[in-house]
């Protein structure tokens, strides 16, 4: 008996409703991606997708949704980066025969990095949550990526209002001209030396970085560039002097959320293969109930 061949709806069938589709596709596809760290090593992490092609033939059924589906699965066996993806932006409007003249992709991972403590030999895995997306319409090739950079972030007002309370405990705590360098040191490690702490906050950047059709910064270098320029980054596993010296760079760091938007705006605006940015600094206020938000993008030319 011959084998009859199967229906293909999606190519034999013209559209009830004949109409051109900005994009079509299917979200949340698993998919394990390869990521270049600093130090060259490639880092294989899951990913969920999301891929699209536009429909652009009015009279077809609709895309070949198996054939973007197994043109993904290349994207586990290579390292994702530019290049790369845009050869799979090609491949996936090359399998609709056609009907497609644009296709975009959105990657979603947690990048996790091993992190050293700031002075002692500890080190610890911390977890970044990365948007990448890239879209090609008209031959042109569009990337972004999306970062969050969390951090910590202590108030300028709570640490001048702290200081005057410890300079009037020492004004009453020793009233007469002068004192003992040893007293001082000793009344200043004692809990009565302890008068007030300026409030700190966990604290957030979300950034959207454009690089058109540029490539992207290394990741892992990307993020720790940005974490530097901001000063006081958290933590993996310490021991105590690494404790103290976040003490120290909280102390030396002191910012309100427009201190920490005007660091990473000036350094992002440096930045010759970012030619668009959209950010978010959030500052998780503990004095209050509410949180301390800027929004900005990058500056006109």
């Not at 008209?138 to 972030?153: F, G, Q, V, W």
């Not at 809990?191 to 454009?210: E, I």
């Not at 004095?287 to 006109?300: E, F, G, I, Q, T």
Request: net charge negative; aromatic share 6%.
């Amino acid at each position: 008996m011959q084998m009859r061949a199967l229906p293909d709806v999606t190519s034999d069938v013209n559209a009830e409703t004949p109409s051109a589709l900005q994009w079509v596709g299917m979200e949340q596809i698993a998919v394990p991606i390869s990521v270049q760290l600093a130090n060259g090593k490639l880092l294989q992490i899951p990913a969920k997708a999301n891929v699209f092609v536009s429909l652009d033939s009015p009279e077809s059924k609709g895309i070949h949704m198996s054939r973007i589906h197994l043109a993904m699965n290349h994207l586990s066996n290579i390292e994702c980066n530019t290049g790369n993806i845009n050869q799979l932006l090609d491949r996936m409007m090359a399998s609709q025969e056609g009907i497609s003249n644009g296709a975009k992709i959105e990657l979603s991972f947690d990048l996790i990095l091993d992190k050293p403590a700031l002075l002692s030999d500890e080190s610890g895995f911390q977890s970044y949550p990365v948007v990448i997306r890239a879209e090609k319409k008209a031959e042109k090739y569009d990337h972004e990526i999306e970062l969050t950079i969390p951090y910590s972030s202590t108030c300028p007002c709570s640490a001048s209002l702290a200081r005057q309370l410890y300079a009037h405990a020492i004004d009453e705590n020793f009233p007469d001209e002068k004192i003992g360098k040893a007293e001082l040191l000793a009344w200043a490690q004692s809990q009565s030396g302890s008068v007030a702490t300026p409030h700190s906050q966990r604290s957030y950047a979300y950034l959207h970085l454009s690089f058109g059709d540029s490539e992207w910064t290394e990741l892992s270098t990307l993020i720790f560039q940005l974490e530097g320029v901001i000063g006081t980054p958290v933590q993996t596993a310490v021991k105590r002097v690494d404790e103290q010296e976040f003490a120290r760079l909280n102390a030396t760091n002191l910012m309100f959320c427009e201190d920490a938007a005007r660091r990473l705006k000036k350094s992002l605006e440096q930045m010759p293969n970012v030619r668009d940015y959209w950010m978010k600094i959030e500052h998780q206020e503990s004095l209050h109930a509410h949180n301390a938000v800027v929004v900005d993008r990058k500056s006109a030319s």
